[in-house]
């Protein structure tokens, strides 16, 4: 039979149910499908409600076979979701499932929605959008360039080192040549660079790739760039090589002529291992966890089970460890440590980019999240198209590398529910886009390829857009004043502080009117309070005039008044003077808080129902999912609000 | 005063005290009859610990002497008084707490060790601290507790046409483990309850625990049936199951044991209600975990908490093999099924196992709290914990003898009421705004349960709290807590007539680590957090307050 293309084209009578979202009864509208989406409108005419799927989200379509009801379908998405869809005629569902299977799988990056999709800006708008994120301003915020650590022009066009961004730091006593020796010890000539300088103790996160050692190999010019990165730290006089592969796989590594620092050859380092799994075995371990997430109605001891089976945590642990260890060097002992796994882009991004989140609050705020992300994983070229599947090819190299960053950073947020600036929902909308390929920031492997696919020219950021929602991703309880906040977190790593992501691993409360969320209301309160101040000072003032006298019997000042948007200062596409020192605290006002103040009582309604519901059996397909039991005493008990 | 035979060393100087969250502190350790007191040398008073023995769960004691060590001592003139030895006693106490005090002299260590051992289990309840406990700002008052059962009844209006205020148990005689006064069917005279209190173990037949306004059903509890081998029946007691569900097509009975716990029961004379007897009855079984299983998970459980392996694997079999978030599960989830059968289902519900004084107290209450709003403020909440444990017999002082760390062979103790509080909490966290207590009541009244300054829960029942005078000699503990409303109210509390579903899926529940973990630094982050809430709220009525004020004062001013 041969296979009709239904893009653009409709299908009416279709039932679609978004379990994941704890739908219990499915909607029956028409689907679309069009060049980028899955579209689905409700027939109901009073809500007509419309699902948005787009094509570059689907990780796999599944039909299962026909049943006198219908064909079915199962999407599942790269954000978890689960979406069933029941089609009338059996042709309508294996055309579709052959299109979609297509459109899910592009070949080119040409056929990625972002590079279709023109939001209506101009030329000026859309550069800006790119020039949100500044990283040299990031530099300068942490005060390099220094007498300590300077930009090179090695790797100027790439030359060097193709995965690496053109703009490098590396130590001021490195010669071009000592910087062109290491290159060439190294996995893919990624040599030890600056990610992040520690202000307060001069130490400093370097990061490269595993030598070329092989079992005996050395390299002059590499072992100098190493006295190099200690020398950099006048404090010191010894350095941190963190491997962050478990010693096995490293000693493994030596037989392909890879491998590790020998510390015969290199002098003043301690090398420390530290038992970051490979990308494979990340990859099973997180479909594992998925699965735990969709199992029907376990038991506590099924559920249990499954979370210690499926390893995840125990690899969220171990890279919250890399990422203690590196700031408990830096902040503490004041030592500078390099980082490094295999080639230097997956477990080393990792584990640099959570020990930055650990020394510096900046990047606690959103905007420090988002240059984070910018300068650990996207300049310094981690393979986000390889990673996240954007286009048909090797599953082998698909792993949820950042994902798992993500999830420290919610970890941790967990911990110290006062520290981050920015909340669960940014993390989950951050993830999404990873996968979504809505915008260009993550598409392709490197700088390289994003400059030779001129991306710049043909899509947007992603960052002004998530800074334009900010005010729905806000923590309420965000202080910037209190002490465990202000400098280096020191968090508890006991296996008890860890729990499974609800949040993004089971979307119930997602398409659901708002759950009981303190978060929500402890907002409205903030604003609330801002606008009675605000009041209260107007008031004052006018008294002042009536009276003509000033006011010496109410003191107005409020105590801890916290500042919520100081994060602007720097980084912005127009940074400040640049800084040696430490950074300024100027002046700020409270303003940019202009989202509208909702009534609290709107913003309160109980939450719907809950996972409860999603004991419901699925297995003999949609259509039985409207007959539920109704009445007390039988197992599969619901309980939910009406 | 005869504590003074079990204090041979009542002082000890130099001593180190080590506790969690603190910096070690040097200083002078003295034992009375109910206390250890510890104050830091030189510190004026500041820092001080004064810690109830009855809080106590278990003393490990290891001495040392120094004489082997001799490169140690060159503090001479130390080692002659103390004859070159030193003790540690470990104490571990009832709420999770683990304390070190390095106490110089094996003779005084163990004295020492001795006097906390044999205080801190003393079996008298009269001798226990609430007897002798005076602070300077109370006086006993007539009044002790929130309410009474005649109160209760006298204020519930509703109830009035259907059921009635039975004085039958006024000398504790029909059940001792009931409290005098109970709300039956009005059409049951005293007569028949007599007799039908036979049929029930322990006496304690159906009464009525709570009326569900909406619909005029109601949840009743009682004890296993006494059918026996023979299958005895009892047309009393059918007569007052008939009663309650008048008007209605059926009635739902949720025994809190499985059928074939309920089955094998009858072998030593207990039983359920039979299918014959009890026509339009429908019976529901649930099994949950009681007595010394429930004791041994908790056990499990805090013994889990405390390994320091730092291996996940390891950490997440523990917690599976403690099984007390499955006994959680497996509450709030027959919870939830009793409080569907009367809210969703409309119909009454009788609620038993075998003695009605355990799961059946757990399970009523919590369906209590997910329907009516009235439970969930502070004041309601402690009264519902007053009615329904307190009052209704739940034996407090068998039950809470010893916690997780006691060497003490189990016997009657088991931790029913803390598995209560950890799915309440799970309930305050599911829904962070619909319940006006904070989760520091849920802690205090954890540790409270277990060793108090307050008689609330001293005795197993109603009858030996009046024997030993508790009511007169003692203070409220619940009073107490009202007055420290501001602590135990939640600052985000926005009540709602619904009723709150809990979810019972593994993933929506937690370990309560406020109580588990609460001795470890990491709580602290999120007891900042939840004062930071208070702070936020609180800012917020005072800014409305002042521009109120402020408003107010022109007007003031002119006239």
Not at chain 2, 503 to 526: A, E
Request: hydrophobic share 35%; net charge neutral.
């Amino acid at each position: 039979m041969p296979i009709r293309n239904k893009i653009g084209e409709m299908v009416e009578n279709v039932r679609l149910l978004e379990r994941s979202c704890g739908q219990r009864k499915p909607s029956v509208g028409t689907l679309y499908l069009s060049a980028t989406h899955t579209i689905f409108v409700e027939n109901n005419p009073e809500t007509r409600k419309e699902t948005w799927v787009p094509h570059s989200m689907v990780s796999g379509v599944e039909r299962l076979p026909p049943s006198p009801t219908g064909s079915q379908l199962i999407l599942r998405c790269k954000d978890f979701r689960v979406i069933l869809v029941l089609i009338p005629q059996e042709r309508d569902c294996v055309d579709i499932h052959a299109s979609l299977a297509r459109l899910s799988r592009p070949e080119k990056y040409s056929e990625l929605y972002c590079l279709s999709f023109n939001p209506n800006v101009n030329k000026e708008q859309r550069e800006e959008s790119w020039a949100f994120v500044d990283l040299a301003a990031d530099y300068r915020r942490m005060g390099v360039p220094n007498n300590l650590w300077v930009t090179t022009a090695a790797n100027s066009e790439y030359r060097v080192c193709d995965t690496y961004p053109s703009e490098l730091f590396v130590p001021k006593s490195a010669t071009p040549a000592v910087i062109v020796g290491s290159s060439r010890f190294r996995s893919r000539g990624r040599f030890p660079v600056l990610s992040y300088f520690h202000q307060d103790t001069l130490a400093a996160v370097c990061r490269c790739s595993q030598p070329l050692s092989g079992f005996s190999g050395r390299c002059q010019e590499d072992e100098m760039m190493l006295q190099a990165v200690m020398k950099s730290n006048p404090g010191s006089d010894y350095i941190y090589v963190v491997d962050t592969r478990p010693k096995l796989n490293a000693m493994a590594n030596r037989a392909a002529g890879k491998g590790y620092e020998n510390e015969d050859h290199y002098t003043n380092i301690k090398l420390q291992f530290i038992g970051i799994e490979n990308i494979h075995v990340m990859r099973s371990s997180q479909q594992k966890i998925v699965d735990v997430g969709e199992m029907r109605s376990p038991s506590m001891t099924d559920f249990l089970f499954g979370l210690e089976n499926s390893g995840w945590l125990k690899h969220i642990k171990a890279i919250l460890d890399a990422g203690v260890f590196i700031a408990r060097a830096v902040a503490d002992e004041g030592i500078s440590v390099l980082v490094h796994c295999s080639d230097g882009w997956d477990r080393t991004a990792q584990a640099c980019s959570v020990a930055s989140l650990l020394l510096d609050p900046y990047y606690r705020t959103i905007r420090g999240l988002m240059v984070l992300i910018e300068r650990d994983w996207v300049s310094f070229g981690h393979k986000f198209s390889h990673r996240y599947a954007h286009l048909d090819g090797d599953p082998k190299e698909v792993s949820p590398v950042l994902d798992q960053f993500l999830e420290c950073a919610w970890q941790l947020s967990e911990q110290f529910p006062c520290a981050f600036e920015f909340n669960e929902r940014f993390l989950i909308a951050v993830h999404s886009h990873i996968y979504s390929c809505q915008y260009g920031t993550f598409l392709g492997n490197c700088e390289k390829e994003r400059r030779d696919l001129r991306l710049r020219e043909h899509s947007h950021s992603v960052w002004p857009q998530l800074w334009k929602e900010r005010s729905q991703f806000t923590n309420p309880l965000y202080q910037t004043d209190l002490s465990p906040s202000q400098g280096v977190l020191r968090p508890n790593t006991s296996p008890y502080c860890f729990k499974l992501w609800k949040g993004l691993y089971n979307h119930t409360e997602k398409s659901m009117p708002p759950r009981q969320s303190p978060a929500d209301f402890l907002s409205t309160v903030r604003e609330e309070s801002k606008q009675l101040e605000e009041e209260l000072t107007n008031q004052q003032e006018r008294l002042t005039a009536l009276t003509g006298k000033p006011i010496t019997w109410e003191k107005v000042a409020v105590p801890r008044r916290r500042r919520r948007t100081d994060c602007q200062k720097h980084g912005g596409p127009d940074p400040p003077a640049t800084t040696h020192g430490r950074l300024i605290s100027g002046p700020d006002g409270q303003t940019d808080r202009k989202a509208p103040r909702k009534d609290p009582a709107l913003t309160l309604p109980l939450r719907d129902t809950d996972d409860f519901s999603a004991c419901s059996d699925l297995e003999s397909g949609v259509a039985d999912l409207s007959s539920r039991s109704s009445s007390g005493g039988d197992d599969n008990k619901e309980a939910e609000l009406e | 005063m005869e504590f003074s035979e079990h204090i041979r060393t009542a002082n000890v100087e130099d001593v180190e005290l080590r506790q969690p969250l603190q910096p070690a502190g040097r200083g002078t350790l003295c034992i009375t009859g109910h206390h250890l007191l510890f104050s830091v040398r030189g510190d004026g008073g500041g820092r001080q610990l004064l810690l109830l023995l009855r809080s106590v769960d278990a003393v490990e004691k290891s001495v040392e002497n120094l004489w082997g060590h001799s490169g140690f001592l060159s503090k001479t003139a130390h080692t002659d008084r103390t004859s070159g030895s030193s003790g540690t006693i470990t104490i571990k106490c009832k709420d999770l707490r683990v304390l070190q005090l390095d106490i110089p002299g094996m003779e005084q260590c163990l004295n020492i060790a001795h006097s906390i051992e044999t205080l801190s289990c003393l079996d008298r309840v009269s001798d226990m601290f609430p007897f002798f406990y005076r602070p300077v700002d109370l006086r006993l008052q007539g009044c002790w507790g929130l309410s009474s059962p005649e109160g209760h009844f006298s204020q519930a209006q509703e109830l009035h046409q259907k059921w009635r205020l039975s004085s039958v148990n006024k000398d504790y005689l029909v059940c001792p483990s009931y409290p005098p006064a109970l709300i039956v069917p009005a059409c049951i005279d005293d007569k028949t309850l007599r007799k039908l209190a036979k049929f029930r173990q322990g006496g304690r037949f159906p009464v009525l625990c709570y009326y569900h306004r909406k619909n005029g059903m109601a949840i009743v509890r009682s004890s296993q049936p006494l059918m026996g081998a023979n299958r005895k029946c009892c047309t009393e007691d059918e007569q007052l199951l008939e009663a309650v569900i008048e008007g209605s097509d059926k009635g739902y009975i949720i025994d809190t044991r499985s059928s074939q716990q309920a089955q094998q029961a009858r072998m030593t004379g207990g039983g359920f209600e039979s299918k014959s007897c009890y026509g339009r009855w429908k019976r529901l079984h649930r099994q949950m975990e009681r007595g010394k299983a429930l004791q041994e998970s908790l056990i499990k459980l805090v013994e889990a908490c405390g390994d320091e392996s730092h291996n996940m694997d390891r950490w997440l079999s523990k917690l599976e093999n403690s099984k007390w978030l499955s006994h959680v599960q497996t509450a709030l989830s027959t919870a939830g099924l009793l409080a569907e059968c009367v809210e969703r289902d409309g119909h009454s519900v009788l609620v038993h196992g075998s003695e009605g004084t355990d799961c059946s107290l757990l399970i009523s209450t919590l369906a209590q709290l997910i329907m009516d709003p009235r439970c969930r403020t502070l004041e309601g909440f402690l009264t519902l914990l007053e009615r329904e444990w307190v009052q209704a017999g739940h034996p407090f002082q068998q039950r809470c003898a010893h916690s997780a760390y006691s060497h003490a062979r189990v016997q009657q103790e088991s931790p029913v009421f803390l598995l209560l509080l950890d799915c309440v909490w799970q309930l305050w966290r599911q829904f962070p705004l619909a319940l006006g207590f904070s989760e520091a009541l849920l802690l205090r009244l954890a540790s409270e349960v277990y060793a108090s300054d307050y008689g609330t829960f001293l005795c197993n029942s109603d009858q030996e709290r009046c024997l030993l005078g508790v009511k007169e000699k003692t203070y409220c503990l619940f009073q107490a807590l009202l007055r420290d409303r501001d602590l135990y109210s939640n600052p985000l509390y926005e009540p709602t007539e619904l009723a709150i579903w809990p979810s019972v899926h593994p993933q929506s529940l937690q370990l309560w680590r406020g109580f588990f973990l609460r001795w470890t630094p990491q709580v602290r982050q999120l007891e900042e957090a939840q004062e930071e809430i208070r702070h936020m709220v609180m800012e917020c009525a005072r800014l409305a307050l002042s521009v109120r004020d402020t408003a107010a004062r022109p007007s003031e001013n002119s006239s």
